[in-house]
Structures are given as structure tokens and as C-alpha cells.
């Protein structure tokens, strides 16, 4: 969860010529924007750049965490998050609440651009904006946008984007990249949409589940690869760490995602994590002389980790 904290009362918001605050015009006009990079245009039209420092950063423990402090004229918030991303978009995020709060206006605006607004769901006036939104309330990892396929005539083109949101992945298709875009955030919104506050399947589980690969489901694989790790020593020299990481997590179908760690560790070797898109997530620290021997580090900690929750009964 996101915290903030006034040092001092928050200064009166600057408004343009026309009379309107800046930044509901840059959250109306560009609703499929980072907390962050809201924020940054706030303060490049209020000439308070914002400031973040990370007041925090454990990563030797299971899951690790990051702390960041934003600092945007006379308000200061902060954030945390399993990422150092994920830490900054929180603490902006809380940034831009006081900041919206003190305007009076909505964060969850309408797109200009949707055809009739008044026929559309709420929670689907701008579908980018409100997945970015549940997103960030949840802690998982932002929605990534590819545009996979572009054809048709001239007159008629036809985009094909993917959005990928952790496990799982919906395309959507339009005139327009940014219609394509849409069509591809409102699908998971839909998939979403059934599963109520009231409900004890959380969305968190709802995703973290979405790929099937459990403690109880490792533990009972008949999977050729699992089993072998079962059986392995992981101590044998010249062993692939990576690529027998690899080939358990296409197995038993989970996804890994080395994350490289910029500041040295205390006897300075680079470092890296290995994320695992099992069910509990799963998060190990490699260390080495270099960035390709963190990553080998981290996938035989993770390999190891696994080892010992195989075996259990």
C-alpha cells in the first residue's frame, strides 16, 4: 500500500491561463499514462520536478522490498512495491491523490474519443487507465502493449495489439492502434468484471493461479523435468542453472523473469533476481562476478528452493 505524509500544508495549485488546473488536463488528455510520468509533466508545468529517493531496498530476504520517497514541491509521499518500478509508481500514485484531492477533480476521467459514453459501464470509460488502476492496486506488474500485426487497405487499416498483464495475455483489434489497444485492456476488464468484492477468490489469486502451477501441483508432477530436479545434486560443475530453470518452468508452466539489480552488493558483485510466476510467487537473489553469473546464481538458488518444496510431503 501507498503512504504519504505533508511535511507542510500543500501549496495552491497553479492554474493556466483558461483557467483550469494543468494537471486534470494532462491525466483527461493522456489517460493511458504512468503515475510517474503524470506526475513528471505536473512538475515540469508547475517547475516542481519530483524528486525520488529509495529510502529502502531489501532484497536478500524471500520476497524483496523497495521503498521510494517522491518529493514534489512542499508534499512528500512514499511507496513500496516488490520492484524498484513498481516502488516509484506507488509513491507517485500517492503524489498525484493529494495533488487531485486539493484540485477537486477525477482521476478516472472519460476518453474524449469514446463514441457515447453515457451507454458505456463506468469502470469502461477509459478500460487502459482502469486496468492500469487495478494494476497498481494489486501489486502486479503494469500492462505491456504490443502491436503484433498492421494490415489492410489504406483507407481501412486494421492494428492488432497484445496486452500482456502477468500470466495472462488477450489481444485486441481496431482502425487504430490506440482503439486496438482498448479492445485489448476492455477484454481483460471483462474477465475481471465477474469477480466481486464479496467474493473470497480474490483477483491476486485469480492471477497468480491463472497458470496452474502450485506447491500441491509440483509436489504430485509426474513431469519428466521435476522429478530429475528431484534426484539432482545441483552441485555438479558446469551445469546449465539457466537453462534447466527453463525447461522445468515450460514443463510445469510457470514463467521466469530475471531482474538485475544496479547497486553492487557489499563486496561488490553484481546481483540479480529470478521472479518465478508460481503460486506463491516466487522470488530468489544470485550474486557473481558478473551480470550473466548473477543471473546462473539466482536460477540455481531458485532450482534449489524448488528442489525443497518437490520433495516435501
Same mark, same amino acid.
Request: proline share 6%; glycine share 6%.
Given at each position: 500500500?501507498?503512504?504519504?505524509?505533508?511535511?507542510?500544508?500543500?501549496?495552491?495549485?497553479?492554474?493556466?491561463?483558461?483557467?483550469?488546473?494543468?494537471?486534470?488536463?494532462?491525466?483527461?488528455?493522456?489517460?493511458?499514462?504512468?503515475? !510517474?510520468?503524470?506526475?513528471?509533466?505536473?512538475?515540469?508545468?508547475?517547475?516542481?520536478?519530483?524528486?525520488?529517493?529509495?529510502?529502502?531496498?531489501?532484497?536478500?530476504?524471500?520476497?524483496?522490498?523497495?521503498?521510494?520517497?517522491?518529493?514534489?514541491?512542499? !508534499?512528500?509521499? @512514499?511507496?513500496?512495491?516488490?520492484?524498484?518500478?513498481?516502488?516509484?509508481?506507488?509513491?507517485?500514485?500517492?503524489?498525484?491523490?493529494?495533488?487531485?484531492?486539493?484540485?477537486?477533480?477525477?482521476?478516472?476521467?472519460?476518453?474524449?474519443?469514446?463514441?457515447?459514453?453515457?451507454?458505456?459501464?463506468?469502470?469502461?470509460?477509459?478500460?487502459?487507465?482502469? +486496468?492500469?488502476?487495478?494494476?497498481?492496486?494489486?501489486?502486479?506488474?503494469?500492462?505491456?502493449?504490443?502491436?503484433?500485426? $498492421?494490415?489492410?487497405? *489504406?483507407?481501412?487499416?486494421?492494428? @492488432? @495489439?497484445?496486452?500482456?498483464?502477468?500470466?495472462?495475455?488477450?489481444?485486441?483489434?481496431?482502425?487504430?492502434?490506440?482503439?486496438?489497444?482498448?479492445? *485489448?485492456?476492455?477484454?481483460?476488464?471483462?474477465?475481471?468484471?465477474?469477480?466481486?468484492?464479496?467474493?473470497?477468490?480474490?483477483?491476486?489469486?485469480?492471477?497468480?493461479?491463472?497458470?496452474?502451477? @502450485?506447491?500441491?501441483?509440483?509436489?504430485?508432477?509426474?513431469? $519428466?523435468?521435476?522429478? %530429475?530436479?528431484?534426484?539432482? +545434486?545441483?552441485? %555438479?560443475?558446469?551445469?546449465?542453472?539457466?537453462? +534447466?530453470?527453463?525447461?522445468?518452468?515450460?514443463?510445469?508452466?510457470?514463467?521466469?523473469?530475471? %531482474?538485475?539489480?544496479?547497486?553492487?552488493?557489499?563486496?561488490?558483485?553484481?546481483?540479480?533476481?529470478?521472479?518465478?510466476?508460481?503460486?506463491?510467487?516466487?522470488?530468489?537473489?544470485?550474486?557473481?562476478?558478473?551480470?550473466?553469473?548473477?543471473?546462473?546464481?539466482? *536460477?540455481?538458488?531458485?532450482?534449489?528452493? %524448488?528442489?525443497?518444496?518437490?520433495?516435501?510431503?
Amino acid at each position: 500500500m501507498s503512504h504519504s505524509r505533508h511535511r507542510t500544508e500543500a501549496p495552491p495549485l497553479e492554474r493556466e491561463d483558461s483557467g483550469t488546473f494543468s494537471l486534470g488536463k494532462m491525466i483527461t488528455a493522456k489517460p493511458g499514462k504512468t503515475p !510517474i510520468q503524470v506526475l513528471h509533466e505536473y512538475g515540469m508545468k508547475t517547475k516542481n520536478i519530483p524528486v525520488y529517493e529509495c529510502e529502502r531496498s531489501d532484497v536478500q530476504i524471500h520476497v524483496p522490498t523497495f521503498t521510494f520517497r517522491v518529493t514534489v514541491g512542499d !508534499i512528500t509521499c @512514499t511507496g513500496e512495491g516488490t520492484s524498484k518500478k513498481l516502488a516509484k509508481h506507488r509513491a507517485a500514485e500517492a503524489a498525484i491523490n493529494i495533488l487531485k484531492a486539493n484540485a477537486s477533480i477525477c482521476f478516472a476521467v472519460p476518453d474524449p474519443l469514446m463514441p457515447d459514453p453515457s451507454k458505456q459501464p463506468k469502470n469502461q470509460l477509459n478500460p487502459i487507465g482502469s +486496468l492500469q488502476e487495478l494494476a497498481i492496486h494489486h501489486g502486479w506488474r503494469l500492462p505491456e502493449y504490443t502491436l503484433s500485426q $498492421e494490415g489492410g487497405p *489504406a483507407h481501412k487499416r486494421e492494428y @492488432t @495489439t497484445i496486452c500482456r498483464l502477468e500470466s495472462f495475455m488477450e489481444t485486441g483489434k481496431g482502425a487504430s492502434k490506440k482503439q486496438a489497444k482498448r479492445n *485489448a485492456a476492455e477484454k481483460f476488464l471483462a474477465k475481471f468484471s465477474n469477480i466481486s468484492p464479496e467474493n473470497h477468490i480474490s483477483l491476486t489469486n485469480m492471477v497468480g493461479h491463472s497458470l496452474g502451477c @502450485t506447491w500441491h501441483s509440483l509436489r504430485n508432477s509426474p513431469g $519428466e523435468k521435476i522429478n %530429475l530436479l528431484k534426484r539432482s +545434486l545441483l552441485s %555438479l560443475p558446469n551445469t546449465d542453472y539457466i537453462q +534447466l530453470l527453463s525447461e522445468i518452468a515450460k514443463e510445469q508452466g510457470f514463467t521466469i523473469t530475471y %531482474l538485475d539489480i544496479e547497486e553492487l552488493s557489499a563486496n561488490g558483485q553484481y546481483q540479480c533476481l529470478a521472479e518465478l510466476s508460481t503460486s506463491p510467487i516466487t522470488v530468489c537473489h544470485g550474486s557473481g562476478i558478473s551480470c550473466s553469473n548473477a543471473q546462473s546464481d539466482a *536460477a540455481h538458488n531458485a532450482l534449489q528452493y %524448488l528442489k525443497i518444496i518437490a520433495e516435501r510431503k
